[in-house]
C-alpha cells in the first residue's frame, strides 16, 4: 500500500519537475533553457544577458572560453539565483521577483538584476590567469584551478552585489535602504571585525553579512582607490597558484594587508553613517516601545478591533510560530507553526496565510490555508495554485488572492474554501502586487504594486469598477498598506528620506503623514483598537521585533503646493486618478547603450553534448608492491538529469586495471543511481611481505521514489548490491583462498520529520526511521552461488527533541534481525559512518549507504570482539547535546574558522548474538564529547568531535577518540 501510494502521487525527480517540457534558445554567448510557458521570457533573458556579457567582460577583462548556460525555473515562488563554474558556466535563475520589503526588493527589472548578479559571480570565478590558467588547458575545470573562488564568501557576493548595484542609479543591494538600515544598526553598535565577516555566519544580519559588508567594502575601494584598482585587485588574485593567497594580493594592489584595509573600511563606515546616525536624533527619535525580544525575522503583526494581536515568531531557533498577544496581556502565546508572514486575521474565521510548500516533490509554491487561532488546527485551501498574498472579505465570506506566474501577477476571486470565482484583474508583463488589504466596507483592496515605469507604490482597487486608483506617486518605495479599523486611513510604510518608517495616508484628502522616527526601520505597522496607537514591525541589531506606539502622533505631513517648504520626497496623488493598465516596459537603460542583435535558434533540450566531460585529475599511487597511475572525472547536464562520475587506474607493475564509475539519472519516476567499483586488495604477512592479491569488485543499484514535503519526506528504494572478493594473484606457496560473495536484493523505506535551525546545534524536533528489509538468496539465478542466506531485517530510529535553548535530547534505536546464515552484524567502534541521511538527499548519497549495512558504532568498545558479533543485534544510544560557546572567528590564511563548540554526554548499550529471541547480557558505556564545528576554505563546514567513552562490560575499554562528522 505504501509502495501505491507514494508512485501514484508523485513524480521522482529531485532537481526539476518531470512533467516539464523543456526548450534551449542559443545566442552567441548563452544557452537559455527554459520549460513550458517561458518563451517570452526566455527571449527576454537572452537580449539582457547579451547585453549583460559586454558589460561584465568589459569590467573584468575576460571573456569565458565556453558558453554559459542559463536554466529558468518558475516553479519557485520566491526570488533567488545561483551560479556555478563546475562541470560548466551554468547560472539557475528563480523568475519569480520580490514582492515586499526585502534586501534585493529594490530592482528595475528583476531579471536584469538577477543576471548582473549571477554572470558577475560566473565571469569573476571563471577568470585565470598565469599558471591556473596554462594548467586549466591541460586538466580542464577542476576546482582548485579557479583561484577567484577560493576567497571568501563575502567577496565573491561582495563584487557581485556590487556590479548589480552600478546597473541603475539608485538601484541593487549597494544602494538598498533596507541594507543601508542593517549597516546603520552595525554602525550604530560594532562594526564585526574581518575574523567574523570571513566566517559563514549565524549571528545576526546572518546569512546578509556576505552581502552586507561585501558591497559596502567594495563601494569603499571604489571611493578610496577607484574602479581601476578594484579590476587590478582581481587581476592579481587571477594567476595564484597557491591557494587562499588573500594578503598578498592585496598588498600587491593596495600596498595593506586584508587587516589594515579592513580597519580603513571599518573608519569609512563610520564616516558615511554617523551623521545620519546624528541627524535622525536630531529630529528626535519616536519609536515604540518594544514587547518582544525574539529578533531575527519576527514581526508582522496584525490586529483585531477587539484589541489582540497577531504575529510571526521567527527566531531560527525553532519553527516559525504564529504568535497571539491578547487585550491586556504582556506574555504572547504560541498557537501553531506557520512559515509565512503573509497572513491575514479574521475574528471568527481565523488567520489566512499563503505559504510555500513542496508541489511534487520538487515545486515551491505558494498555496493558501486557514489557521483555526483557537485550537490551532490548520486546513489548507489550495494546492499548486501559487497563491502569494490574500486578504479575507469583511464578512469572510470571500478571498482575494494575488497569483504570481512568470514574474506578472493576477487578482483573483475565491470561495472562503478556497474555490476559484473569477480573475479581478490581469497584469501587464512583470506587474506584480504585494501586501493587499480587503477595506472594512468590502468596496475595496489596498496594495502595493509594482510597474516598470513607477515602481512600488501604493493603489486601491475598486471592487465594483475593476479599477485600480494611485494613492501615492514616488520615486520611493512603498509597503505592506493596512487600513485603519474604520477605514479612513492606510497605514504603510515607506523611505522616504532614506529611512523607513510608518506613514498614516488619509483617504479622503490624500494627505501623508509621518509616524515614527526610528535609526533602524519601521515596518508593516497595525491600528490598536482605539486607533489612536500602532504597532509595527522594528529593526534593530538581532534582527526585527514587535514594537508598540502608544498613540501615534504626526510629527511631519506632505507641505501643501505653492507654499515656501522645500519639496516632498514623497507627494500624493489625486485619489480619482486611475492606472493605464496597458505600462509599456521602460528601455534598460544604463546597458541600452549597448547596441546588439542577438541572433537565436531554439531546439528541443537535450543532454547529448552537454554531458561530455569538462576535466580531469590525474592519480598516481607507488607502493613496493604496485604502481598505480589513472585519472578521475565527472561530468552533469545543466538540467542535472544525468550524473557520473569516472576513476580509471593502470598498476604498470601488475598489468591490471581498476576504477569505480558512479551514475546517477534524475528525469523520470523512479530516480536511479548505479555504482561499480573494481579494487585490487593486497594482503601481507607479519613480515611486511606480499602474500597476495585479490580483486574486491562491488555492484549497487538503487531505485528511489520521493515524497517530499516540507514537515515529512519519505522516501521508497529499491536496491540490488552484489560485492565480492576473490584471489587475483598469489606469492609461492600461498593458498589459495574462497571466493566469497554477498549478493542481496533490498527494499527500504525512510523517513524525516526532524529540522536543523540556523542557529541549532543539532538536528531537533522531530524523527528519522529508515527500514530495511534484505534477501541473501533472491539473485544466486543471476550472480551464482551466495556465501549467505537468508533474510535481514533492520529498524535504525532516531528521536530528538528540543529542550529549548538549543538543548537537545537525542535517542537512537537500532535493531537487527537476520535468519539462516547472514552477512553478521557487528558492534564497536567510536563512528559507523551513518548518519541517516534525509530522503530529501537521497540521491546524492553513496550507493552504499542504504543496504547491506552491518557495522554499527558502540562506543568504549573495540571493534570486532567476537561477543558483539551476530545473526540478531539491538542497539540504543541517548544524548543530551548542549551549546558552549558561539564563536565565528576565524584567521585569513590559511582560511581556518571555528563556528562554535558544543557537547554531548551520552550513554549506549547494545549486543550482538548468534540465536534466540531474547535480548540480554547488554554492553553499556557512557562518555562525553565536545564538538567543533570548523570551517575550512572559509565555507566548508566541518564537525570535528573529542570524545572520551568507558566500556563498562566484557572487552570494554577506555578510550580517547578524534572523528570527522556527527554521533549519529
Known amino acids: 500500500m505504501i509502495f501505491v501510494a507514494i508512485t501514484k502521487t508523485s513524480h521522482a525527480a529531485f532537481t526539476h519537475d518531470p512533467s516539464l517540457t523543456w526548450q534551449t534558445l542559443t545566442t552567441p554567448h548563452f544557452q537559455i533553457h527554459y520549460h513550458d510557458d517561458e518563451n517570452k521570457l526566455a527571449h527576454e533573458v537572452a537580449d539582457i544577458a547579451e547585453k549583460a556579457h559586454l558589460k561584465i567582460t568589459r569590467f573584468f577583462n575576460w571573456v569565458p572560453d565556453d558558453i554559459t548556460h542559463i536554466v529558468l525555473r518558475d516553479r519557485t515562488d520566491f526570488a533567488n539565483g545561483f551560479a556555478s563554474p563546475i562541470p560548466h558556466n551554468t547560472m539557475t535563475l528563480f523568475v519569480t521577483p520580490p514582492d515586499d520589503v526585502n534586501i534585493i526588493g529594490n530592482y528595475h527589472n528583476w531579471l536584469e538584476s538577477l543576471i548582473i548578479h549571477e554572470y558577475t559571480h560566473i565571469v569573476h570565478i571563471d577568470k585565470a590567469a598565469g599558471i591556473p590558467r596554462n594548467l586549466r588547458d591541460i586538466f580542464g575545470r577542476v576546482s582548485i584551478l579557479f583561484p577567484n573562488s577560493l576567497q571568501p564568501l563575502w567577496i565573491l557576493e561582495g563584487i557581485a552585489t556590487y556590479q548589480e548595484s552600478r546597473l541603475v542609479p539608485g538601484i541593487g543591494r549597494g544602494n538598498n535602504n533596507e541594507f543601508k538600515t542593517k549597516m546603520r544598526l552595525e554602525v550604530a553598535t560594532k562594526i564585526k571585525p574581518i575574523s567574523h565577516v570571513n566566517q559563514p555566519n549565524v549571528s545576526w544580519p546572518a546569512g546578509d553579512t556576505r552581502y552586507l559588508y561585501g558591497v559596502y567594502f567594495f563601494n569603499f575601494l571604489e571611493e578610496q582607490y577607484g574602479v581601476e584598482k578594484i579590476k587590478t585587485w582581481v587581476d592579481e588574485y587571477s594567476d595564484n597558484i597557491l591557494p587562499f593567497s588573500i594578503n598578498s594580493a592585496a598588498k600587491s594592489t593596495f600596498g595593506k594587508n586584508m587587516a589594515t584595509l ?39 503583526p496584525r490586529s483585531l478591533a477587539n484589541g489582540d494581536i497577531y504575529f510571526l515568531k521567527q527566531d531560527f531557533l525553532a519553527n ?26 479574521h475574528p471568527t474565521a481565523g488567520a489566512l496565510v499563503a505559504q510555500i510548500d513542496y508541489i511534487d516533490n520538487v515545486n515551491l509554491l505558494s498555496d493558501l490555508h486557514v489557521i483555526n487561532t483557537t485550537t490551532g488546527k490548520t486546513t489548507q485551501l489550495t494546492r499548486g495554485k501559487r497563491y502569494t498574498h490574500a486578504s479575507w472579505s469583511p464578512g469572510a465570506k470571500q478571498i482575494v488572492a494575488v497569483q504570481t506566474i512568470g514574474g506578472t501577477s493576477e487578482l483573483h476571486l475565491l470561495s472562503s474554501n478556497g474555490n476559484y470565482h473569477q480573475t479581478l484583474w490581469q497584469g501587464q508583463q512583470h506587474e506584480i502586487i504585494s501586501a493587499l488589504d480587503w477595506a472594512p466596507d468590502g468596496q475595496s483592496i489596498v496594495a502595493a504594486i509594482w510597474r516598470t515605469k513607477d515602481h512600488w507604490n501604493l493603489e486601491q482597487f475598486n471592487l465594483a469598477t475593476q479599477q485600480w486608483k494611485k494613492l501615492t506617486d514616488t520615486p520611493e518605495s512603498e509597503f505592506q498598506p493596512q487600513f485603519s479599523h474604520d477605514g479612513n486611513s492606510v497605514l504603510y510604510s515607506a523611505d522616504y528620506d532614506g529611512v523607513y518608517n510608518i506613514r498614516r495616508l488619509m483617504l479622503d484628502t490624500g494627505e501623508i503623514t509621518t509616524l515614527t522616527n526610528v535609526i533602524g526601520g519601521a515596518l508593516s505597522a497595525t491600528p490598536t483598537a482605539d486607533g489612536r496607537g500602532i504597532y509595527y514591525m522594528g529593526a534593530n541589531t538581532n534582527g526585527t521585533d514587535i514594537y508598540h506606539l502608544t498613540v501615534a502622533i504626526p510629527i511631519s505631513e506632505t507641505p501643501k503646493p ?101 551514475y546517477r539519472y534524475d528525469r523520470w519516476n523512479p530516480a536511479l543511481k548505479l555504482f561499480y567499483q573494481r579494487d585490487i586488495l593486497t594482503n601481507l604477512n607479519d613480515q611486511n611481505e606480499l602474500i597476495r592479491f585479490r580483486n574486491s569488485d562491488t555492484l549497487t543499484s538503487e531505485l528511489i521514489f520521493p515524497h517530499l514535503s516540507r514537515d515529512r519526506q519519505w522516501a521508497l528504494h529499491f ?71 537468508g533474510q535481514v531485517y533492520t529498524l535504525d530510529w532516531r528521536a530528538l527533541i528540543s529542550l529549548g535553548h538549543k538543548h537537545v535530547l537525542a535517542a537512537r534505536l537500532v535493531w537487527g534481525w537476520g535468519t539462516d546464515s547472514p552477512n553478521r552484524f557487528r558492534l564497536g567502534g567510536s563512528s559507523d559512518g551513518f548518519f541517516l541521511s534525509p530522503p530529501s538527499v537521497a540521491l546524492s548519497t553513496s ?62 548499550a547494545g549486543n550482538a548474538w548468534e540465536k534466540g529471541n531474547e535480548l540480554s547480557d547488554l554492553s553499556h558505556s557512557a562518555g562525553v564529547e565536545i564538538n567543533t564545528e570548523l570551517v575550512l576554505g572559509y565555507f566548508i563546514p566541518l564537525n570535528l568531535r573529542l570524545g572520551y567513552a568507558h566500556g563498562f562490560d566484557e572487552g570494554g575499554e577506555d578510550k580517547t577518540y578524534l572523528e570527522v562528522g556527527f554521533s549519529f
Open 719 to 789: 536496491g540490488v548490491s552484489v560485492e565480492e572478493e576473490s584471489d587475483k594473484k598469489r606469492g609461492i606457496k600461498t593458498p589459495p583462498l574462497k571466493t566469497v560473495r554477498d549478493g542481496l536484493l533490498g527494499t527500504a523505506i525512510s523517513f524525516n520529520s526532524s529540522k536543523r535551525y540556523p542557529r541549532g546545534i543539532s538536528t531537533e524536533n522531530g524523527q528519522r526511521f529508515r527500514a530495511v528489509v534484505e534477501d541473501s538468496e533472491a539473485l544466486e539465478n543471476i550472480f551464482g552461488d551466495n556465501d549467505f542466506s
Open 262 to 300: 579592513w580597519q580603513e573600511f571599518s573608519q569609512y563606515l563610520q564616516l558615511k553613517f554617523e551623521p545620519d546616525i546624528k541627524a535622525i536624533k536630531a529630529k528626535g527619535l519616536v519609536e515604540g516601545q518594544q514587547i518582544t525580544r525574539y529578533g531575527y525575522f519576527t514581526g508582522y
Open 847 to 908: 550507493t552504499t549507504e542504504v543496504f547491506n549495512k552491518r557495522d554499527y558504532a558502540l562506543r568504549g568498545y573495540p571493534e570486532g570482539l567476537p561477543n558483539l558479533i551476530g545473526r540478531r543485534m539491538a542497539l540504543t544510544e541517548l544524548e543530551w547535546r548542549f551549546p558552549v560557546y558561539l564563536l565565528e572567528k576565524g584567521i585569513m590564511a590559511p582560511p581556518i574558522g571555528i563556528h562554535q563548540f558544543h557537547g554531548t554526554l551520552f550513554y549506549s
Open 562 to 662: 505653492g507654499t515656501d517648504a522645500p519639496p516632498p520626497l514623497h507627494r500624493p496623488v489625486n485619489t480619482q486618478q486611475t492606472v493605464d493598465t496597458e505600462t509599456q516596459l521602460t528601455p534598460f537603460e544604463n546597458l541600452d547603450s549597448y547596441k546588439i542583435s542577438t541572433p537565436k535558434s531554439i531546439s528541443a533540450y537535450s543532454a547529448i553534448g552537454k554531458i561530455t566531460p569538462t576535466t580531469w585529475f590525474p592519480l598516481i599511487e607507488i607502493t613496493e608492491e604496485r604502481s598505480e597511475i589513472g585519472f578521475t572525472t565527472f561530468g552533469s547536464d545543466p538540467l542535472r538529469w544525468h550524473q557520473y562520475s569516472l576513476f580509471y587506474g593502470y598498476d604498470t607493475d601488475n598489468r591490471w586495471s581498476l576504477g569505480a564509475l558512479s
Open 320 to 345: 516559525p510560530k504564529l504568535m497571539l498577544l491578547a487585550k491586556g496581556k504582556t506574555t504572547a502565546e504560541e498557537i501553531t507553526s506557520i512559515y509565512s508572514g503573509r497572513f491575514d486575521i
